[in-house]
């Protein structure tokens, strides 16, 4: 068995026949050696390479990559967000990360935001990712390791779409129908989607545990989301209710409740099964919006949607899922029937005044 490496490291100076050896290994585990007639010099030699590895050394815990890594333990977040954080982190300088994070400069951070959306990633995006760069520099100003944030002026181009795009209620019906099809031919990205279209939940509380189904399978048990109210039981429509209880069949209750099934993953097939209906693309979180929007437009109340959704209030709902004009058109027929009741009794008196019977 190989001796193991203990990183980069300066051996000697060692005595030998005519003279004294210097011996240096790299971060890669290369050997190299170098050879003096006189002691002192090879010091000399061996306490410079100390010193220039030191110095590398040094500037590593002051890369990017260390720094980020070292802020990501400050978080006081909740697991959820806390993936969130590091997919936005991973974004920033991706081939950069031993570059030192005093260099950055406005221009560097400018143009970072420029390469991600150009890339194609939204301006909301865009704009989440530069909070956490602010976010980031000011730590490392706060802690003496940089004078000035260079994100602290930066803005992002564009303006940012309010809500995402939300299938029809035609198209929503087509892909729930897709969804359960595919789902019982085994696909779980099938199944995941189905929960999202059918109940509003959040991508990443669809990947449960087996013992969050509840009540025979009935219920959903959400006992961890992004907000204290996202936490929350969900009711199952009946023809999920029979294919959950299928896929966790023989499992222990610890055991994921759709195995294998990430956020990636799920984000991956949503397309195909899209496209299998016939629907436009839309994100996972636009299923959330769909349902929002099915919901009012079935006249449920505005309150019940939000707590549906998993909102304290259904203020967020409104601003941001339901599609533009769903809820006041809801308002309208909710008037309407309230006045077609008042005319139809008022008729019903009229009628009855005539006949007598008043």
């Given at each position: 068995?190989?001796?193991?490496?203990?990183?980069?490291?300066?051996?000697?100076?060692?005595?030998?026949?005519?003279?004294?050896?210097?011996?240096?290994?790299d971060g890669a585990g290369t050997r190299r050696a170098d050879f003096f007639k006189d002691k002192s010099e090879a010091e000399k030699h061996a306490a410079g390479l100390r010193a220039g590895l030191?110095?590398?050394?040094?500037?590593?815990?002051?890369?990017?990559?260390?720094l980020l890594l070292a802020w990501s333990k400050t978080w006081e977040v909740s697991p959820t967000t806390r993936e969130t954080y590091s997919t936005m982190s991973a974004w920033l300088w991706p081939q950069e990360r031993e570059r030192l994070a005093s260099s950055i400069t406005p221009v560097d951070v400018r143009e970072e935001l420029d390469r991600l959306r150009a890339e194609g990633y939204a301006v909301a995006s865009i704009q989440c990712v530069a909070r956490r760069v602010k976010c980031f520099f000011a730590?490392?100003?706060?802690?003496?390791?940089?004078?000035?944030?260079?994100?602290?002026?930066?803005?992002?181009?564009?303006?940012?779409?309010?809500?995402k795009v939300q299938l029809t209620v035609d198209e929503a019906r087509r892909l729930w129908r897709v969804a359960l099809s595919a789902s019982w031919e085994g696909s779980l990205e099938a199944l995941g989607v189905a929960l999202l279209i059918r109940h509003g939940l959040r991508a990443r509380e669809v990947l449960r545990q087996v013992r969050d189904l509840d009540e025979g399978g009935a219920v959903l048990v959400v006992s961890?989301?992004?907000?204290?109210?996202?936490?929350?039981?969900?009711r199952l429509d009946p023809a999920l209710v029979a294919l959950l209880k299928f896929v966790s069949l023989g499992r222990g209750p610890e055991e994921a409740l759709l195995p294998g099934l990430s956020y990636q993953r799920l984000a991956r097939g949503l397309p195909k099964l899209l496209g299998a209906a016939s629907c436009p693309r839309v994100t996972l979180h636009g299923l959330r919006?769909?349902?929002?929007?099915?919901?009012?437009?079935?006249?449920?109340?505005?309150?019940?949607?939000?707590?549906?959704?998993?909102?304290?209030?259904?203020?967020?709902?409104?601003?941001?899922?339901?599609?533009?004009?769903?809820?006041?058109?809801?308002?309208?027929r909710a008037r309407g029937a309230v006045f077609d009741s008042v005319r139809n009794r008022s008729e019903d008196r009229q009628l009855a005044e005539t006949t007598g019977e008043i």
């Amino acid at each position: 068995m190989g001796r193991p490496r203990g990183g980069a490291r300066v051996l000697g100076p060692y005595a030998e026949p005519g003279g004294y050896r210097v011996r240096w290994i790299d971060g890669a585990g290369t050997r190299r050696a170098d050879f003096f007639k006189d002691k002192s010099e090879a010091e000399k030699h061996a306490a410079g390479l100390r010193a220039g590895l030191a110095k590398v050394a040094q500037q590593a815990e002051r890369s990017l990559g260390a720094l980020l890594l070292a802020w990501s333990k400050t978080w006081e977040v909740s697991p959820t967000t806390r993936e969130t954080y590091s997919t936005m982190s991973a974004w920033l300088w991706p081939q950069e990360r031993e570059r030192l994070a005093s260099s950055i400069t406005p221009v560097d951070v400018r143009e970072e935001l420029d390469r991600l959306r150009a890339e194609g990633y939204a301006v909301a995006s865009i704009q989440c990712v530069a909070r956490r760069v602010k976010c980031f520099f000011a730590w490392l100003v706060e802690r003496g390791l940089l004078k000035t944030n260079p994100a602290a002026a930066v803005k992002v181009k564009g303006r940012a779409n309010r809500g995402k795009v939300q299938l029809t209620v035609d198209e929503a019906r087509r892909l729930w129908r897709v969804a359960l099809s595919a789902s019982w031919e085994g696909s779980l990205e099938a199944l995941g989607v189905a929960l999202l279209i059918r109940h509003g939940l959040r991508a990443r509380e669809v990947l449960r545990q087996v013992r969050d189904l509840d009540e025979g399978g009935a219920v959903l048990v959400v006992s961890k989301s992004k907000t204290a109210a996202g936490v929350r039981r969900v009711r199952l429509d009946p023809a999920l209710v029979a294919l959950l209880k299928f896929v966790s069949l023989g499992r222990g209750p610890e055991e994921a409740l759709l195995p294998g099934l990430s956020y990636q993953r799920l984000a991956r097939g949503l397309p195909k099964l899209l496209g299998a209906a016939s629907c436009p693309r839309v994100t996972l979180h636009g299923l959330r919006g769909t349902f929002a929007t099915l919901a009012i437009t079935e006249d449920a109340p505005s309150a019940a949607v939000g707590r549906a959704l998993g909102h304290a209030s259904d203020r967020v709902t409104r601003a941001h899922y339901y599609r533009p004009g769903a809820a006041e058109e809801a308002q309208d027929r909710a008037r309407g029937a309230v006045f077609d009741s008042v005319r139809n009794r008022s008729e019903d008196r009229q009628l009855a005044e005539t006949t007598g019977e008043i």
